[in-house]
T-cell receptor
Framework: KNEVEQSPQNLTAQEGEFITINCSYS?????LHWLQQHPGGGIVSLFM???GKKKHGRLIATINIQEKHSSLHITASHPRDSAVYIC????????????FGEGTQLTVNP | NAGVTQTPKFQVLKTGQSMTLQCAQD?????MSWYRQDPGMGLRLIHY???????DQGEVPNGYNVSRSTTEDFPLRLLSAAPSQTSVYFC??????????????FGPGTRLTVL
């Protein structure tokens, strides 16, 4: 069993829909990251959070440390949001190292 | 700033050949790492470094060597390429603030095929 589990693996939505991607983890963490991998392959960091909620434009990330769960929400989705979204955790004992989920492939149709 | 750069973008090797994947960053980040990405699997850590002269193994280090002689550069060497090393390789860097590491910045990736 992976330490970081994402759901769903694949998600197809219509433009304008509200989207939620989930991430569950089984270890104690010091931080959780959400990343976006574009169709061309490049990876960018969206959020790093250790508690509560963060918002950037139409993206919102939340984390519940007690339940070991995080969600990434996209409001008013757009075809340009189509990408792979990756959850990664920094374990409390790992210092600098990240453990990654397998990613969620999101496709937003016009 | 160029950020994190990787060369080459694509490479084809024959089994048994050796090569070096280059990675450089111009952000003065102390932390650098190499990952491989394979279909159906998350990014997996190969080697990492928390500063010049310091390297350590990650989750899948076998068949790879690294060195960190400067803050800027973190090359990954394949000693004797095998088809199992066919993958996309990403280099990343990060910095710490008061002992806490921040977001990672990724290079564009190198797509390696070993025949």
């Amino acid at each position: 069993k992976n330490e970081v589990e994402q759901s769903p693996q694949n998600l197809t939505a219509q433009e304008g829909e509200f989207i939620t991607i989930n991430c569950s983890y089984s270890v104690g963490i010091s931080a959780l990251h959400w990343l976006q991998q574009h169709p061309g392959g490049g990876i960018v960091s969206l959020f790093m959070l250790s508690s509560g909620k963060k918002k950037h434009g139409r993206l919102i990330a939340t984390i519940n440390i007690q339940e070991k769960h995080s969600s990434l929400h996209i409001t008013a989705s757009h075809p340009r949001d189509s990408a792979v979204y990756i959850c990664a955790v920094r374990e409390e004992t790992s210092g600098s190292r990240l453990t990654f989920g397998e990613g969620t492939q999101l496709t937003v149709n016009p | 700033n160029a950020g994190v750069t990787q060369t080459p973008k694509f490479q084809v090797l024959k089994t048994g050949q050796s090569m070096t994947l280059q990675c450089a960053q111009d952000m003065n980040h102390e932390y650098m790492s190499w990952y491989r990405q394979d279909p159906g699997m998350g990014l997996r850590l190969i080697h990492y470094s928390v500063g010049a002269g310091i390297t350590d193994q990650g989750e899948v280090p076998n068949g790879y060597n690294v060195s960190r002689s400067t803050t800027e550069d973190f090359p990954l060497r394949l000693l004797s390429a095998a088809p199992s090393q066919t993958s996309v390789y990403f280099c990343a860097s990060s910095y710490s603030t008061s002992g806490t590491y921040n977001e990672q910045f990724f290079g564009p990736g190198t797509r390696l095929t070993v025949l």
